[in-house]
């Protein structure tokens, strides 16, 4: 599966770079098939979207996989400036700061042909020093002073002149005192040297609340009284809105099938998107209506394709019917705790 990945990545590409817009755009999505955190996919199928709101959303997806991503980043950041002033898709060029495209780097040439200009003029260098330097040196070495042992100097012509050999007074025997022999002693432990603090791993523009471990229904009574809420009843199949401890609204619903199963945990939503296309292993569904990612790729959305609410049925999101998504789409906001539980 990986090498068809990898070729529908790279025909989607030249796809791309050739104007074929719609063939790009299916190859890409065709990966998502395959894979649907694959970031690359998600980043071109951003560039490619004719709507900015949708080139946000495939942005946000592919940080909520990779939050490191420096491409991304850099895809947000384009993302949001084409949502504040929009721009023909036709006439942008490829956001190369965002795209994980490979270009020439020019600068390499240019530093192997300045290491090797260095390499020659060293070896130019030594050449040099062979051959002229050592006479210089040679004639700048100091004349050697008198040898302590040999009791001669060395004339400038090179002859051994003997000089008068040099006495010796002796002194007192010398009384040796025994050193006490040292004892080995256990050295103390080394003290550990500090260790750089760990660096900082880059906050994600979007925000993001990593999942928790499976919790018990959440109290009311433990919320504010003026706080939205939303409890998600996997075992009932039922969402319920809650502004402090007051119910507002609740509904039937359909989550996560056994092999697909909704996440359990506390999350807060991070991105409100009015439509959205999603895609997966065997399904693609374009404009899914009044979508909110609560975690990756989970989110809260209406349902146009079934509507056996009560019943498990997705992927792993949260289907409701399309009226109540818009209801809880107007109420809920980016930031707005989601509770799931069985």
Request: a positive charge; glycine letters at 6%.
């Amino acid at each position: 599966m990986g090498e068809r990945i990898a070729d529908l990545l790279r025909d989607g590409q030249g796809a791309a770079r050739a104007g074929k817009r719609a063939e790009a755009r299916r190859r890409f999505r065709a990966v998502l098939g395959l894979d649907p955190l694959n970031v690359s996919a998600l980043l071109w199928l951003a560039w490619l979207s004719d709507e900015p709101r949708a080139s946000l959303a495939y942005v946000a997806r592919a940080l909520a996989v990779n939050p490191d991503s420096p491409h991304a980043h850099a895809a947000l950041r384009w993302a949001r400036q084409r949502v504040s002033s929009p721009v023909s898709q036709e006439t942008a060029s490829v956001p190369t700061a965002a795209m994980p495209v490979s270009r020439r780097r020019w600068w390499r040439p240019v530093a192997a042909a300045a290491a090797v200009l260095m390499i020659v003029s060293l070896g130019l260098g030594l050449l040099w020093w062979y051959w002229d330097g050592l006479p210089v040196l040679a004639a700048l070495a100091p004349t050697p002073s008198p040898s302590p042992l040999s009791g001669a100097v060395l004339a400038p012509t090179g002859t051994l002149t003997p000089s008068a050999p040099p006495t010796f007074t002796p002194s007192a025997t010398p009384t040796l005192t025994p050193t006490p022999t040292p004892t080995r002693t256990s050295s103390p432990a080394p003290t550990p040297s500090p260790t750089d603090p760990p660096a900082a791993t880059p906050r994600s523009v979007l925000p993001t609340a990593p999942p928790l471990p499976p919790t018990a229904t959440l109290a009311p009574s433990s919320v504010n009284s003026n706080v939205h809420w939303i409890d998600v009843d996997l075992t009932h199949q039922r969402l319920t809105a809650y502004e402090g401890q007051t119910v507002v609204r609740t509904t039937l619903i359909s989550t996560g099938l056994p092999r697909t199963p909704t996440p359990v945990g506390r999350y807060h939503i991070q991105v409100k998107l009015r439509y959205d296309s999603m895609s997966g292993p065997g399904y693609y569904l374009p404009n899914v209506p009044y979508t909110m990612y609560f975690y990756r790729g989970y989110g809260l959305h209406g349902t146009y394709w079934h509507s056996n609410f009560g019943h498990p049925m997705s992927h792993g999101c949260v289907n409701l019917p399309t009226s109540e998504a818009e209801w809880l789409f107007n109420w809920a906001g980016v930031g707005t705790m989601v509770n799931i539980h069985y």
